[in-house]
Structures are given as structure tokens and as C-alpha cells.
């Protein structure tokens, strides 16, 4: 597929998929428009900063990866650092895959600091939020698979499936804000989340969710038939953000994914 084609229909996918309009009524709310299957309207959610309704700052500090490697700047759609072509290899994304679901994939890049060049291993933390620098922006939820980086001398870029942590706002269509023009941009949260988000990571860690087990044989082209079947994380993730919570029959659609 031409690459600029492919850009487009990410984009538009995220556009329709994790837009909520905070002055539009609820979809599948209102009369005769009964709610998407697997999904429940809005409730109160889990009142903490940053999740849910809530625009304020998370309550813990961002992730720091350590030994010797730090975050270079914020993150960004992964359109900003297409020169790039590493995004197109396996071994470079990140995180469980959602490339027809409410997401977004961003690139951030690592940066090595030891002093004698020498690359440097780290593990990711089963989790890591972001958050939008426009409150009218999803923040997100990398799900990291607890990922093992190797970050040259040079350094390291890597791109981050990323699900919706805010049922009511934008997500972002693009690179660039349509109408307004700044730049979509995240900045690092913490690896520390809220033990009901905790319990889905637990539920999905164990069975490794990576992009390659949702490739068709020839290990190139997404199967979105099997892509499609882990929409139901981003719903259970909205269950506890925005909603009431995770109910059993949700943990049990968690625990039954197959692909």
C-alpha cells in the first residue's frame, strides 16, 4: 500500500474510532440508539488525575528508564518521525497492536549516556501513561508487554502502541491539529497506574499480545481479523477510566482472547 494512502487511513481510523466530542451527546445513549455491543454508557469512572474526565496532572512522577538511558522530548505521532523507516520493523513496535481500533502510535526516542558509548539494555515497565499537552487530547496507556530494549550508542527509536484513557476527548487526527495547526505532542507519565488498570496489564502480560501475532503468514501485512478481536482491551480500559469499573464478564472477555 502507497505509504502517504496508509498515513491517511491511520489517521482517519483514529479520528472516527477515539473521538468523543465533548459537546455531543454520548453515542449509543440516546433514544433508539441503543449502546455498541460490549459497551456501557458513561458512569463515574475512578476519579483519579489524568484518567477519565479529569484534566489535571497524574499524581505520580514519569518513568524514568535508568541506567544510563533517559527520554529524549516528548512523543509524537509517528507520522513526525516517518524518515525513519524503522517503524516498519518488528522488532521496533512496541506494545500491544490496535492499527484498526481506538489508538494511536506514537515514536519516542531513548537516549544512551554512557560515557564509553556502549549499549545499554533496559526492561520497560509492564505499563506506561502519557499525557497530551491539550486537555482536549487523549492521554494514553502503553501496555508494554514489559518489552526489552537495546539502546545503542547512538540511541534509540521505538514506536508505541498506545490505547485511550479519556472516553470524552479528541483523539488526534494527524500530525497537526486540523483546524488550530499546533502539533499533537505527549510527554512521559509514570509507570505507576491504578491498581484497576493494573488488573487488566495483568490479565494480557502473560500472553504477549505483540505485533507479529497479528500478521498474516507472509509477516508483513496486518490480519485485521485478528487485530480486531483486541478492540474489547480498549473498552475494558474505559470501563475503569470513565465507566464502573471492570465486571466479571469483561475479565472474562479479557482472558479469552484469541488470535
Given amino acids: 500500500m502507497n505509504r502517504r494512502i496508509l498515513f491517511v487511513l491511520v489517521a482517519f481510523v483514529f479520528f472516527v474510532a477515539c473521538k468523543k466530542d465533548p459537546g455531543s451527546p454520548d453515542p449509543g445513549t440516546g433514544p433508539g440508539n441503543p ?13 483519579e488525575p489524568g484518567y477519565g474526565p479529569s484534566t489535571a496532572a497524574f ?11 533517559t527520554v529524549d522530548g516528548q512523543l509524537h505521532n509517528f507520522e513526525v518521525c516517518i524518515g525513519d523507516t524503522g517503524w516498519l520493523k ?22 544512551n549516556n ?39 550508542k547512538q540511541g534509540k527509536r521505538i514506536y508505541c502502541y498506545t490505547w485511550c484513557l479519556n472516553y470524552q476527548r479528541r483523539g488526534p487526527a494527524g500530525v497537526t491539529h486540523p483546524d488550530e495547526g499546533y502539533l499533537y505532542a505527549w510527554d512521559m507519565g509514570p509507570s505507576t497506574i491504578p491498581d484497576q488498570l493494573t488488573e487488566i496489564v495483568n490479565i494480557l502480560e502473560p500472553r504477549q499480545f505483540t505485533w507479529d501475532k497479528v500478521l498474516k503468514p507472509d509477516g508483513i501485512t496486518e490480519d485485521y481479523t485478528k487485530s480486531s478481536k483486541l478492540m474489547i482491551i480498549q473498552e475494558a480500559i474505559w470501563d475503569v477510566t470513565d465507566r464502573n469499573g471492570l465486571t466479571e464478564a469483561r475479565r472474562k472477555a479479557l482472558r479469552d482472547i484469541t488470535l
Avoid: Y
Fill in 90 to 111: 518488528k522488532h521496533n513496535r512496541i506494545g500491544i497492536p490496535n492499527s484498526n481500533m481506538p489508538m494511536f502510535l506514537l515514536c519516542l526516542n531513548l537516549k
Fill in 114 to 152: 554512557d560515557p564509553q558509548g556502549r549499549e545499554i539494555e533496559i526492561r520497560l515497565p509492564p505499563a506506561i501513561v502519557i499525557r497530551s499537552t491539550r486537555e482536549s487530547t487523549q492521554n494514553g496507556i502503553i501496555i508494554t508487554n514489559s518489552a526489552v530494549i537495546r539502546v545503542p
Fill in 35 to 47: 449502546p455498541p455491543p460490549g459497551s456501557v454508557p458513561p458512569g463515574q469512572g475512578i476519579n
Fill in 59 to 69: 499524581r505520580h512522577p514519569a518513568w524514568n528508564p535508568g541506567n544510563g538511558v
